[in-house]
């Protein structure tokens, strides 16, 4: 049984998602939960104003986050990004994507994003076991991307 007490949101990010039939980026809304033990990646559809998938990924296999600009093929990226690196069934080379929405055209979303990344830093250091925050360009997604099919449907 699930024992999960979330204590922190965060509503309708741009949630970017790369899969390896399609290389090309399909940004949802997106809420990112945050319990005691675990953080949660839903999908938000706006025309039927409900939560339609999640994932429930448990702290402890969260490898390294990182910060850095959105990748792109050409041009100044516009957004900065957070990668989750996360273990599953003990094989690594799994993440998710975010990129924060923003009001203000002057910001990139670093900030945001840093404080999110420090969120889920401090409750795994709560747990007694520590997540790197790593500031870098971030490669295109489809590079060492592996999907995961067990994302649970809320349909």
């Keep these: 049984m699930c024992h999960d007490v979330i204590f922190m949101a965060w509503l309708k990010q741009q949630f970017s998602e790369c899969t390896l039939i399609d290389a090309t980026h399909r940004d949802v809304d997106v809420l990112l939960l945050l319990s005691n033990s675990a953080y949660y990646v839903a999908y938000y559809d706006d ?4 939560v339609n998938q999640y994932q429930r990924l448990s702290l402890e296999n969260l490898e390294k986050i990182e910060i850095g600009p959105e990748p792109t093929l050409f041009g100044k990226p516009k957004f900065s990004c957070m990668r989750l690196h996360y273990r599953y069934k003990e094989a690594s080379g799994y993440f998710h994507t975010l990129r ?11 900030d945001t ?25 971030l490669e295109s997604c489809h590079e060492g991307y592996q999907r995961r099919e067990d994302t649970k449907s809320n349909c």
Excluded: F, H, W, Y
């Excluded at 025309?47 to 409900?50: A, F, I, N, Y």
């Excluded at 994003?113 to 360009?137: F, R």
């Design 47 to 50: 025309e039927v104003d409900k």
């Design 100 to 110: 924060a929405v923003m009001r203000n055209p002057e910001e990139d979303g670093k």
């Design 113 to 137: 994003l840093q404080c999110i990344a420090e969120m889920l830093q401090i409750t795994k250091q709560a747990m007694g076991s520590d997540v790197p925050i790593i500031e870098k360009k």
